[in-house]
């Protein structure tokens, strides 16, 4: 096994990114490890604001603009990510770094991965339907098909557990 120097905690601001942020801080503990909070805007998002613009040119100039509300969601983010850092993991700031990227999510996290040498990805699986899965598949189960190093995956105990029919 391979020594972990940085850990790509993906967040995307649900009930589930605490719970992420918890495990990659645990894993990193009594080490040099560093931990990059990540977050994709998703690049979707972006191509429907600008096909609106598209439909009804200057009717929704002043209101919605794929630039500002890009800029919006970055500086929104960064104030979110910041705020989950200083209220639960202040003495652990030192090793964590904030990092947002624009695009198709699952392809985002598996770039992130070579980009900044990850060895160890934290994400939370939200346990969707099934029939949703087939039809769209998830992020993380993209992300776990296809990622070159280890995946951790983040689980809500009392969802997931036997017998429970909720899944």
Request: proline share 2%; with cysteine; hydrophobic share 40%.
């Amino acid at each position: 096994m391979s020594k972990i120097n940085k850990i790509l905690a993906c967040v995307d601001f649900s009930d589930y990114s605490l719970m992420t942020l918890e495990y990659a801080v645990e894993l990193a503990k009594g080490s040099e490890t560093q931990i990059i909070v990540f977050n994709v805007i998703n690049q979707g998002d972006i191509n429907s604001i600008e096909m609106v613009g598209g439909y009804f040119p200057g009717y929704f100039v002043d209101t919605i603009n794929a630039e500002d509300y890009l800029k919006d969601q970055k500086k929104d983010r960064y104030e979110k990510m910041k705020a989950i850092i200083k209220e639960n993991f202040f003495d652990e700031k030192s090793r964590m770094s904030m990092k947002i990227d624009v695009g198709i999510p699952f392809e985002s996290i598996l770039k992130a991965v070579e980009t900044e040498d990850i060895d160890l990805v934290v994400m939370a699986n939200k346990g969707r339907g099934n029939i949703s899965r087939v039809l769209f598949g998830s992020v993380a189960e993209k992300v776990f098909r296809h990622s070159p190093v280890p995946v951790v995956s983040v689980r809500d105990k009392n969802k997931f557990k036997r017998g429970n029919n909720n899944i």
